[in-house]
């Protein structure tokens, strides 16, 4: 069974043919005269045919070497041009990145890392998914992702980039009109407006580091924190809202805070990518911009 045949090989015979000689062709690539020969014979035994007529003083090709050199010229000379394109799009930063984050928390202020970016580099273009759900980073084709809580994919690397505090909001018709809360313990006896994945709110106080673990039976489920908080602005009950969300004087406007020495439990953001050695050009770059930008951002 014959080996199979190496482009390698095709390349450096035909960087002899060029240069009219091995000696030449050493020079040119500096690739050793003896590795050449080799290399040579090697692709001859593979091909089963003579490519070069050679002696001390003589060089052509024989009609297979010519055969084989006019078929693969063309094609040697598309496959770098290729190879350069692919090149120029790794190591270059223009190109397209496709990033997923949480609907609310980009609303809020992850949108101004992005905005910022697009600034600072106009040749990358980002393709964003915005869900609250846990997309298939592989399937959709994701290069980034920006997910709340503790890792989950081992697969990928996971940086944290940030944390947040929940803390729990009503508004003030709400508040003047139900009964007075003074522990968490009272919370049951109000209308809950609950956002998940977080399924058991775990309230602390500050003062004490006391804990309270509370499972909500919910008024109101839902996936999107901008809806559970806009339930809370319309009187139907008490939220857990992130405390970036409140950041925002939009965003926090006709929201008061309940139980205010106590907050909920902390959240980490983190920052998903992967093949940190092979990563194109574009997506290190953004990379480096969020740690970078997060870092000189306040913690609400």
């Known amino acids: 069974m014959k080996s199979k045949l190496s482009l390698d090989d095709l390349w450096l015979f035909r960087q002899v043919v060029q240069h009219g000689g091995i000696a030449a062709a050493?020079?040119?690539?500096?690739?050793?005269?003896?590795t050449l020969s080799r290399r040579l014979k090697g692709l001859e035994q593979t091909l089963g045919g003579r490519l070069l007529e050679r002696s001390a003083h003589y060089?052509?090709?024989?009609?297979?070497?010519?055969?084989?050199?006019q078929r693969c010229t063309p094609l040697l000379a598309e496959l770098r041009e290729i190879r350069n394109q692919l090149d120029d799009q790794h190591t270059r930063l223009w190109g397209r990145l496709r990033i997923t984050a949480p609907v609310s928390m980009?609303?809020?202020?992850?949108?101004?890392?992005f905005f910022a970016f697009m600034q600072q580099y106009p040749g990358i273009q980002l393709d964003l998914v915005l869900s609250n759900q846990y997309e298939n980073l592989i399937e959709q084709h994701i290069d980034a992702a920006f997910r709340v809580g503790e890792p989950r994919?081992?697969?990928w690397i996971a940086r944290p980039v940030w944390s947040t505090r929940m803390v729990l909001c009503a508004s003030s018709e709400y508040l003047v009109n139900a009964e007075p809360v003074s522990h968490p313990q009272q919370l049951h006896q109000h209308p809950l407006l609950a956002a998940y994945p977080i399924n058991e709110w775990l309230l602390q106080n500050k003062h004490n580091q006391e804990y309270f673990r509370l499972a909500p039976q919910s008024r109101l489920r839902v996936n999107d924190i901008d809806v559970a908080a806009n339930a809370?602005?319309?009187?139907?009950?008490?939220?857990l809202i992130p405390t970036y969300y409140l950041a925002s004087d939009t965003s926090a406007e006709g929201l008061q805070a309940v139980l205010p020495d106590w907050q909920g439990q902390q959240r980490p953001v983190y920052l998903y990518?992967?093949?940190?050695?092979?990563?194109?050009?574009?997506?290190?770059?953004?990379?480096?911009?969020?740690?970078?930008?997060?870092?000189?951002?306040?913690?609400?």
């Open 153 to 155: 994919d081992s697969s």
């Open 59 to 69: 060089f052509s090709l024989t009609e297979l070497g010519e055969h084989y050199y």
């Open 232 to 239: 809370a602005k319309a009187g139907l009950g008490i939220a």
């Open 106 to 113: 980009t609303q809020s202020w992850l949108g101004q890392c």
């Open 26 to 34: 050493a020079t040119a690539t500096g690739i050793p005269q003896a």
């Open 273 to 300: 990518y992967r093949d940190r050695d092979v990563m194109p050009a574009r997506l290190k770059a953004f990379t480096q911009f969020v740690l970078e930008w997060v870092s000189h951002q306040p913690m609400p």
